[in-house]
């Protein structure tokens, strides 16, 4: 066959447009999948919202022995709390099946995602709905309207813009974290536990004000591993209370784009990483 001839008889590349509708009938399909089985999705949901929520009791029934942990009174954590859980949810409804990219790597699945015209974090992405993400989703607009209003909040619009760009930016730290993570399988095949590590290390710290840690602790989490930036700094800026943050006002009211750089970074491991990949031959 001559060069000419490979050209025209080689799939088109598809444009921008073509993927998106694509990416979109993908995940209509996987939720519509995914409802086909409604037991399974309600029992799935109520466990989502059994863990997410049993999170926040615990919180609620050790302060109601103390008046506040690090200074932070029951009604600024709940606050903080449901920041850091709504930006979990919105990293995690679309991104969840990252989990699974070990085990594609290694049974050889991931092969097929290379030989089609869509990207293979899409069709990773878009394999497979996971109902029980809908039960964090729930649990945390609950909390955050029982937060709202035991702190007695004032959502004016400078608020709801900046808490909407911090549970965004904040989803973006968990997705570049978990796509950075997730992508050293093309390189080491099984990498769960790291992700793992990581998963318990944003909510065991990132559920309370840092500076009940320490200042070692506060400052690592802060500039090595921005888990402040997921909601620690972001709800200071809510109640008004960025003194002992460790970062200046200013720094604090930008939290948001600490989010798009860390998942820029991910998404950059993530093609890099590719590149090494190599079929298991399965």
Known sequence: MSQQARVSAA?????????????????????????????????????????????????????????????????????LYALRLVAHAVYLVPLYMLNELDDLVRNGTFDRFLVRPLNP?????????????????????????????????TWTPTHILFGV?????????????????????????????ARYLVDNILLNFGSYPLSVFGFAAQWFMTWILPVAFIAWVPAAVILDRTAGLGVSATVAWLAPVVGAIWFALGYQVWRRQLRSYASTGN
């Open 165 to 193: 760009t911090a549970v965004v930016g904040g989803a973006l730290i968990e997705g570049g974290l978990a796509l950075g993570i997730s992508a050293m399988s093309f390189r080491f095949v099984e990498v769960w536990p």
């Open 11 to 79: 799939p088109a590349h598809p444009t921008l447009a073509d993927s998106t509708r694509v990416t979109w009938a993908l995940t209509k399909a996987a939720v519509r999948g995914a409802a086909q089985y409604r037991f399974n999705f309600v029992i799935l949901a109520l466990m989502g919202i059994a863990y997410q929520g049993s999170g926040f009791a615990f919180i609620a029934v050790v302060l109601s022995r103390y008046p506040s942990i690090g200074g932070w009174t029951f009604p600024e954590i709940a606050v």
């Open 121 to 153: 974090l899409v069709q990773v992405l878009t394999r497979r709905f996971s109902v029980n993400t809908l039960g964090d989703v729930i649990t945390a607009v609950g909390i955050l309207v029982f937060a709202s209003s035991i702190a007695d909040l």
